[in-house]
C-alpha cells in the first residue's frame, strides 16, 4: 500500500486531510508536535484522528526548539492572542517562526525512514495573507530543496503534497462534510481554554468557514 507521512495538528483542516488521504487509499502516519504551543489541547484531536481513522501516530517533541521560536502570541503567554480575522494586521504576531520549515524537515526524515511517496500538510489559500510559509511560493521551494537533501535516499516519488493549498477553509469544509469528517472532534482555538473562545483569529475563520459552507457548525464558542 502506497505511504504518506501527514502533518495533522488536530485542527479542521488537518483532519480533513487525513481523512481525505484515507478515503484515497494512503497508509497513514500522522505526526503531531509539542512545540510549547499554548493551544496543546489540539493535540488530543490529533489523536483521536488516528484512532478513527486506524493510523499510526506520533507526538513529536519539539519543546526545546519551540523555546527558542518566541515572541509569538502562540508560544509566549505574555502576549495576548488578538482577536479578528485572520487577515488583520494584529495576526502577525501569531506567526511562529519558520515553524512549517521545522516540522516538514522532521516529517521528510520520517518519510526516507519508512519509503513514504508524500509528506502531506494542510496549508491552505486563507493563509496566505500572514503566514509566508503556507504560501505557494515556499511550497514549491521547500519541496525541490528537499528533493536535493534526501536525493538517493528516498523513495523516488517523495514530494510534499499539500492539496487545499490554493483553496479556502469554506471549501475544506465542504469536502469535510463530504467525507464524514467529525467536525465537533476537532480543534482551532488559539486560546487553549475549555471551550472555543469564539474571537481569536481561528475561531472567526472557523465560524466563517461553516456559514459559508453551508454546512452546520457544530462547535461550542464562548462568544
Known amino acids: 500500500m502506497k505511504k504518506a507521512i501527514a502533518l495533522v495538528s488536530g485542527g479542521l483542516d488537518s483532519v480533513t486531510l487525513a481523512y481525505l488521504l484515507k478515503s484515497e487509499g494512503w497508509d497513514l502516519h500522522l505526526l ?20 478513527s481513522l486506524e493510523a499510526r501516530f506520533d507526538l513529536v517533541d519539539i519543546t526545546g526548539a ?12 505574555s502576549i495576548a492572542v488578538p482577536h479578528g480575522h485572520y487577515a488583520a494586521p494584529n495576526m502577525a504576531i501569531t506567526v511562529v517562526p519558520n515553524r512549517n520549515a521545522i516540522f516538514l524537515a522532521i516529517a521528510y526524515g520520517a518519510a526516507v525512514a519508512e519509503g513514504a511517496e508524500i509528506v502531506a500538510t494542510a496549508v491552505h ?5 500572514v503566514y509566508p510559509d503556507c504560501r505557494p511560493a515556499f511550497i514549491a521551494a521547500f519541496d525541490a530543496m528537499q528533493k536535493l537533501a534526501v536525493e538517493g535516499f528516498a523513495h523516488p516519488h517523495l514530494r510534499l503534497h499539500t492539496p487545499f493549498v490554493n483553496v479556502f477553509k469554506h471549501d475544506i469544509v465542504a469536502i469535510g462534510a463530504r467525507l464524514g469528517v467529525p467536525f ?3 480543534w482551532s482555538c488559539y486560546e487553549g481554554g475549555a471551550i472555543h473562545c469564539g474571537q481569536c483569529g481561528t475561531c472567526v475563520e472557523r465560524r466563517l468557514a461553516f456559514e459559508e459552507a ?8 464562548k462568544k
Open 125 to 129: 489559500g486563507g493563509d496566505h495573507f
Open 66 to 77: 519551540g523555546r527558542l521560536l518566541g515572541g509569538s502570541a502562540l508560544t509566549d503567554e
Open 32 to 51: 503531531a508536535y509539542d512545540y510549547g504551543q499554548r493551544h496543546k489541547r489540539e493535540v488530543e484531536f490529533a489523536r483521536r484522528c488516528a484512532q
Open 184 to 186: 465537533e472532534e476537532t
Open 214 to 221: 453551508g454546512v452546520s457548525d457544530p462547535t461550542v464558542y
